[in-house]
């Protein structure tokens, strides 16, 4: 597992930009508001292009400005989890689950469904779910797609402290159970050190 990131991209004026490369399974990118953390998950993702670089995950080249590469965002498979999490209002939790699963998948659904302690919620309607539920059923529809890597943004943004706890605790079972590269954006460095992460603080305005 590993990460080979050297990308910079401006927008509006302000210039985004991120070196890291390590073979540590999980990164954690920390730094205030507004410093381009998420926009270095959507570079990673496929959903905006970097002006310059290259993105390599697990050894896969994902965009190589030089060598002209740039796969789809369908192509390389990230398991993405939102901050403001994303989940469609109009299915319930188990259609959110399954929504974009792949065929072939080997990720087993009710491990899942036990280590993130969510199988009760399958028939719930999202409206209907707390914020901690909201957010274990956001990562239990990511792994469930059998993503290549996970990209997790603010994971427990607006949660309160046994909340943050419960998905700490599910990132650990992922670390364990379906070991994967994972790229975590935090504003909270306590957050990168329970997870035994990779720091790496980015500097900027708000």
Same mark, same amino acid.
């Given at each position: 597992? !590993?990460?080979?990131?050297?990308? =910079?991209?401006?927008? +509006?004026?302000?210039?985004?930009?991120?070196?890291? #490369?390590?073979?540590?399974? &999980?990164?954690?990118?920390? +730094?205030? =508001?507004?410093?381009?953390?998420? =926009?270095?998950? %959507?570079?990673?993702?496929?959903?905006?292009?970097?002006?310059?670089?290259?993105?390599?995950?697990?050894?896969?080249? &994902?965009?190589? !400005?030089?060598?002209?590469?740039?796969?789809?965002?369908?192509?390389?498979?990230?398991?993405?989890?939102?901050?403001? #999490?994303?989940?469609?209002?109009?299915?319930?939790?188990?259609?959110?689950?399954?929504?974009?699963?792949?065929?072939?998948? !080997?990720?087993?659904?009710?491990?899942?469904?036990?280590?993130?302690?969510?199988?009760?919620?399958?028939?719930?309607?999202?409206?209907? &779910?707390? +914020?901690? @539920? $909201?957010?274990?059923?956001?990562?239990?529809?990511?792994?469930? =797609?059998? *993503?290549?890597?996970?990209?997790?943004?603010?994971?427990?943004?607006?949660?309160?402290?046994?909340?943050?706890?419960?998905?700490?605790?599910?990132? %650990?079972?992922?670390?364990?159970? $379906?070991?994967? *590269?994972?790229?975590?954006?935090?504003? %909270?460095?306590? @957050?990168? @050190? #329970?997870?035994?992460?990779?720091?790496?603080?980015?500097?900027?305005? %708000?």
């Amino acid at each position: 597992m !590993s990460f080979d990131i050297d990308v =910079s991209r401006t927008v +509006g004026g302000r210039r985004i930009a991120l070196t890291v #490369r390590t073979d540590r399974p &999980l990164v954690a990118l920390v +730094g205030p =508001s507004g410093v381009g953390k998420t =926009s270095i998950l %959507d570079m990673v993702a496929g959903i905006i292009r970097p002006d310059r670089g290259h993105i390599a995950v697990d050894g896969q080249t &994902l965009f190589d !400005s030089d060598a002209k590469i740039d796969m789809p965002a369908a192509g390389r498979h990230a398991g993405y989890v939102f901050q403001d #999490r994303r989940l469609f209002p109009h299915m319930r939790v188990q259609a959110n689950l399954l929504y974009g699963r792949r065929t072939g998948i !080997s990720v087993d659904m009710d491990d899942v469904l036990d280590f993130l302690g969510i199988g009760h919620l399958l028939h719930r309607w999202p409206r209907n &779910l707390s +914020g901690g @539920e $909201a957010q274990r059923v956001a990562i239990g529809r990511a792994l469930l =797609s059998g *993503p290549r890597f996970l990209l997790l943004d603010e994971p427990l943004s607006s949660l309160d402290r046994h909340r943050k706890s419960d998905i700490l605790d599910a990132i %650990d079972q992922i670390r364990m159970r $379906a070991p994967i *590269p994972i790229l975590y954006v935090t504003h %909270d460095i306590g @957050e990168a @050190e #329970r997870l035994s992460a990779m720091i790496v603080t980015m500097a900027g305005d %708000d």
